[in-house]
Every structure is written in structure tokens, then in C-alpha cells.
């Protein structure tokens, strides 16, 4: 086996102190970790890539980290270091729950004051810029407000383009009329958690068993042309074997489904303990899975890294949905793929998930949306808008794998008293010893 | 067909309605687009490119 290969120098945290430090990105054999050493808590090694497709390819000169920051990531509010512009902007309205999960970005659920209404909207005006925003409410989970509906209506008030609600589903299975009163005030599309397609994966990650009230949510979204994103949470050994399930689930309930949106398990926040590289998984990884658990009906050319963000970050994949197969619209080996890695990625990324995630307007002559040909211009436009589908991913980062090469990449920013911070670096917590 | 007659520039002949390929991305779609019957030289409408060809573009194009 060859030795060590540095592939990027960056930097770093010690997960035990935080401490800033520098740190690389190492191969040994076909495996790459980011590797740092904190004189007082040792060397770190974390897995990032398992080898199963070349990083470098994946990768492709994204690494624009410039001079050392002694700000980054602590100070976070995009500084001038920053590269990338604002894509999607996440506001927690409340600290409160109905779930206790495994793992959740938020250790401290159920406890404080949640924003007022008032504060929401003050928020809501400061962060959106009129016509071009997408907010994301979050939380805890938004829907133990009664005030929701209001505060997506003040949202749009303010100007967001796209108002998503990031849900457990819970309430939006239980509460058909809860979700009428969120589609009245405007609500663009719903980010719905789902980490598989039996009970036995929610007892073991949320507690209880939940698919019937999931599969009620999307009814109910569906009943008001609402359309849902399903958001699993992979964790190895629990859902890792359901991947292939969960897309062709998903595939059979759209266009009421409008993509599935991958999140590797990430250690932040409440975490049983402190991670193996074993139960990482990393972004080959779940390629390779998607791939490998559909038989190969999505292709790992189908699956593009992340513009948006650093390519370690996440992947898209855009598709159409044609009985129960999808149909890829991008190849990853396209000459003619525009590159898109400058300044405006983060808008054309916005414009992009909004148009998949949005369900079109209801329309009642396009029942037959089945059957027609596909190569037939008028009928490929009705069937993309109604029926197009994205397999999405992002992979957080914890304090083992954060990179600030990564971090200087986001677009993906958390709002809080009047500033934007990148999501990793707004949740990133400290290992046990 | 627009009502006024569309003639080739180059045979002198009428247009008529045929189904023209457009390929764009890798994807390839048709459409019906006035077309010469000698040398199929096709002729692309304003509202064609503004309408249905740019909403393609739209619904192709990477992020």
C-alpha cells in the first residue's frame, strides 16, 4: 500500500478544545481522512471518502481557501473571506419539539423561550431580500407553533420568494386542516424528515414508529398542491440497507414526492457518543449505495457534486419521473454542462431546487400525464413540471471532519440576530472525552 | 401555421408544418415548425424560441 498523499492542506478544530488548527486532507490507499493534531488532545483522524470513485475528479479544483482567518470559524458571519453568496437561509422558530431523537443538530429542545411572533417577523424582514429569498423555518420542530400560518404569511409579506417548512410531519399528518391554513398563507414546499420505509427504523432513530403518520403528511400536503421533499437521516447499520426503498417509495408517490434529499448521519449536536470512522458515511458512499440499491436506475454520472457548495458538501441529481423509473435530465460527463461554480451558483441553485421541489399548479387536463411521447416537446414540458423528481445530498460537517475550505463554500446560512452563519459552523459542537 | 404564407428564400417554396428536432444537453425533442418541402430548411418563430424552446432550456440546465 502506498503512503500518506497530502491532497489539500486546511484547517481545522480539535473536537475536543476547538482550538483552531491546520489540518489535511490525506489518502492512504484508496481511503481519504482530514488529519489534525492538537498538542493537548493528540492527532485526529477522520474519514471523508471511502475510494469507491476518484476524489480528485469529484473535487476538481473547488479549494479556493484562502490566507488563515483567525475569525473562522468562531466569528462566523460571512466575512470578506467568504466565497459564496447566500442560497438558502434557515430561521429556528422555536426551541420546542414533539420528538426525541438519536441524533438532532438541536441538544437543547424543549428548553428557553421561543421567539415571538413579533421577533419572527422582524427576522423574517431583515433577512429576506424582497423577490429573490428562500427561507427555510425551522427548528425544534415549527409546527408546535399555532402561529405558523402567520408567520409564513409575514414571510411572504416580506418578499421571500420560497417559504419551506423543515417538519417531522407529525402535525401535518394529524392536522389536515393545519396544513390547508400553512397553504393559504403561502407555503412553497415542505422538507419532510424520512429515514425509511418501515417502523422499525423510526423506533430506533425518533422513539416511535411513524410511516402511517408520514405517509397521512403527504396526503394531506398533496390535498393542497403542497408539494414534499422526503429527508432521510442515514445512519449505518439502521437505514443504510433502505436507501433503495426509500427512493422507490418515493418515485411511486409522485408528483405529491417531489425529490429525496440525503443526509449522512453527522455528529453535532445530541449524538449517542463520539464517531468511528465506521459509522461515518461518507458521499462515495452513499453514491455508491443510491447506485447500487436501485440496480443502477441512477448512475453515478447522474449525481453531480455540489456547485452550490464545496463538492464534499453534497450532490444533485436531477430527474423525471416515468412509471416507477426516473428518467436523468443531467450526466455528469456533459460537454456541454455549463459550469457554474462562480458567484451566481448560489442563485441558480435556488431557482433550481425551487422549480423541482414547488409542485405546479393543479391542473385539471393533465390527468393523462402518463403516457404520450416523451420526445414530443409539448409533452415533455407538461410531464418535467409535473413530474420532475431531484436526488439531492448534503453532508454536514461535525467537529472531526469540519473543513474550513468546506465552510468558506457554504450557502447554506443560518439567521440570527443579523447575521448569516454557515449552517456547520452555527451547530458545530464539541466531542466528549 | 401563422396566416401569412412563409416562403423559402432560396427554392421559392411554400413552408409546411413538419415535425423538426431540436437537441439541446444531450436530450433531443421535436415539434411541429414550418419547413421547406425541397431543401427541409426550417423556419423558428419568435414564439417558439421565446416559449416552448427557452422553457425547455429552463427545465434542462444545471443549477
Request: glycine fraction near 6%.
Amino acid at each position: 500500500m502506498e503512503g500518506p498523499r497530502i491532497l489539500c492542506k486546511t484547517w481545522s478544530v480539535c473536537p475536543v478544545c476547538m482550538k483552531r488548527l491546520p489540518a489535511e486532507r490525506i489518502q492512504i490507499g484508496t481511503e481519504v481522512f482530514l488529519r489534525k493534531t492538537c498538542n493537548e488532545h493528540g492527532i485526529f483522524n477522520s474519514i471523508i471518502w471511502r475510494g469507491l470513485y476518484d476524489i480528485n475528479e469529484w473535487v476538481k479544483g473547488s479549494d479556493r481557501l484562502s490566507a488563515d482567518n483567525p475569525q473562522c470559524p468562531n466569528g462566523c458571519g460571512l466575512c470578506s473571506d467568504h466565497v459564496q453568496k447566500t442560497c438558502c437561509v434557515l430561521l429556528n422558530i422555536t426551541h420546542h419539539c414533539n420528538l426525541q431523537c438519536r441524533f438532532c443538530f438541536e441538544d437543547n429542545c424543549n428548553q428557553g423561550d421561543d421567539p415571538t411572533f413579533e421577533e419572527i417577523k422582524e427576522s423574517l424582514v431583515n433577512l429576506i431580500e424582497r423577490g429573490k429569498t428562500l427561507v427555510q423555518l425551522s427548528g425544534g420542530e415549527p409546527t408546535v407553533r399555532e402561529d405558523l400560518p402567520g408567520i409564513i404569511n409575514g414571510a411572504k409579506e416580506a418578499g421571500a420568494r420560497y417559504v419551506q417548512l423543515n417538519s417531522n410531519g407529525i402535525r401535518l399528518g394529524e392536522d389536515k386542516e393545519y396544513v390547508r391554513k400553512l397553504a393559504d398563507a403561502g407555503l412553497s414546499f415542505v422538507f419532510m424528515q424520512f429515514d425509511g420505509t418501515n417502523d422499525e427504523i423510526y423506533e430506533t432513530l425518533r422513539g416511535k414508529p411513524l410511516l402511517e403518520i408520514k405517509k397521512a403528511a403527504i396526503e394531506n400536503c398533496s390535498a393542497y398542491n403542497v408539494g414534499v421533499t422526503l429527508v432521510p437521516m442515514i445512519v449505518r447499520d439502521i437505514n443504510t440497507h433502505n436507501i433503495g426503498d426509500i427512493l422507490r417509495f418515493a418515485i411511486s408517490e409522485a408528483p405529491k414526492v417531489r425529490g429525496v434529499h440525503f443526509q449522512p448521519v453527522t455528529f453535532i449536536g445530541r449524538v449517542p457518543e463520539n464517531p468511528t470512522d465506521y459509522e461515518r458515511i461518507t458521499l462515495d458512499e452513499l453514491v455508491f449505495e443510491i447506485c447500487n440499491q436501485t440496480d443502477d436506475m441512477i448512475k453515478p454520472g447522474d449525481l453531480l457534486p455540489s456547485s452550490c457548495d464545496h463538492p464534499l458538501c453534497g450532490f444533485h441529481g436531477d430527474f423525471m419521473v416515468d412509471q416507477d423509473k426516473l428518467i436523468p435530465l443531467l450526466k455528469r460527463d456533459n460537454p456541454e454542462q455549463q459550469c457554474c461554480c462562480d458567484s451566481s451558483a448560489a442563485e441558480k441553485n435556488r431557482e433550481f431546487v425551487a422549480r423541482r421541489w414547488q409542485r405546479s399548479p393543479a391542473d385539471p387536463n393533465d390527468a393523462d400525464l402518463c403516457c404520450g411521447d416523451l420526445y414530443d416537446m409539448e409533452v415533455f414540458l407538461k410531464r418535467i413540471k409535473k413530474y420532475g423528481f431531484t436526488v439531492t445530498a448534503m453532508a454536514f460537517q461535525d467537529a472531526g471532519t469540519m473543513d474550513f475550505s468546506r465552510l468558506r463554500n457554504c450557502s447554506f446560512h443560518v439567521y440570527e440576530k443579523g447575521r448569516f452563519i454557515p449552517f456547520c459552523s452555527y451547530y458545530l459542537t464539541g466531542w466528549t472525552q | 401555421m401563422p396566416e401569412k404564407k412563409l416562403i423559402c428564400y432560396k427554392c421559392r417554396k411554400e413552408l409546411e408544418l413538419k415535425k423538426a428536432n431540436f437537441s439541446y444537453l444531450g436530450h433531443t425533442f421535436y415539434t411541429d415548425a414550418p419547413t421547406c418541402p425541397e431543401c427541409g430548411i426550417v423556419y423558428i418563430s419568435e414564439d417558439l424560441v421565446k416559449g416552448r424552446m427557452s422553457d425547455v432550456e429552463m427545465q434542462l440546465e444545471d443549477k
